[in-house]
């Protein structure tokens, strides 16, 4: 069932989404050449935490951390610690925070130091499939007319859409009806309402679409070793169109 939320609901949750931002503004300006993603960790919780918020993350079926940082061929969920960032790599990095018991949830890819024009092209294609779904977020369009937006941007840049982990409804619960999949037919899927909220997140490989899952439970890897990239703002449907939630301003 999705859950549409109220003009009230979507404040506190915008509120979420705020720090969200701010939180990955700061790993923003950190990230470079000899970080460790455990630092990038300790700087968006101490944002979290001092806003008053809860990191959501945090314990989510006993994940340890704040962020997930997910290292070049790292599709999504990787788990920060003692890796050193090199220059020339790229880290997707995850955030979510819970304000009042509402969630916010939006990632990141960022390049480290000077990137190579490919992984640059990666980041600013999985970004532009983002905006294209965000544009779609209108009541009366359909759900897949969002996943269609994201796919035709990514595929028509010659990169391949993640099928296995996909976007989601988000409110009360990280987690809610309706899964939002990268990949679609445009015309088809539920009816989008005002109050609605999706987390959309491309998650796009230069390579091939498949994945595997590491020893560690958690981290989600490219099976062909290429470079990923994932882009994600938590967006409400609006009367006025597609209000994203996750921006700091
Ligand atoms: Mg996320
Ligand atoms: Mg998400």
Redesign the pocket.
């Known amino acids: 069932m999705i859950i549409a939320k109220s003009a009230a609901e979507i404040e506190v949750m915008r509120e979420a989404g705020r720090i969200t931002a701010r939180a990955l503004d700061a790993v923003s300006s950190a990230v470079r050449p000899g970080v460790t993603t455990a630092d990038l960790d300790a700087i968006a919780e101490d944002v979290i935490v001092k806003a008053g918020a809860r990191p959501a993350f945090k314990g989510y079926h006993g994940f340890p951390a704040t962020l997930c940082t997910s290292v070049n061929d790292q599709v999504v969920h990787g788990i920060p610690g003692g890796r050193v960032l090199k220059e020339g790599e790229i880290v997707s990095v ?1 955030c ?1 925070a819970i304000v009042d018991g509402y969630y916010g ?3 990141r890819t960022f390049p480290v130091g000077q990137v190579s024009a490919a992984a640059n092209r990666l980041m600013d294609v999985t970004k532009r499939s983002l905006e294209a779904g965000i544009a779609r977020c209108r009541p009366g369009m359909r759900l897949y007319d969002v996943s269609a937006a994201v796919q035709e941007v990514a595929e028509a840049a010659g990169f391949s859409v993640v099928r296995e982990y996909v976007g989601h409804g988000i409110g009360r619960s990280m987690h809610e009806d309706p899964q939002v999949p990268n990949y679609g037919k445009a015309g088809t899927g539920p009816t989008l309402r005002t109050g609605m909220v999706l ?1 959309i ?1 491309p998650m796009i490989n230069a390579g091939a679409a498949d994945v595997r899952s590491l020893d560690d439970g958690w981290t989600v890897v490219t099976l062909d070793g290429a470079m990923s990239a994932h882009f ?1 703002h938590t967006v409400a449907v609006t009367e006025d169109g597609p209000l994203v939630l996750t921006v700091a301003g």
Request: net charge negative; no cysteine.
């Open positions: 995850d979510g949830d939006s990632a987390a997140e994600e």
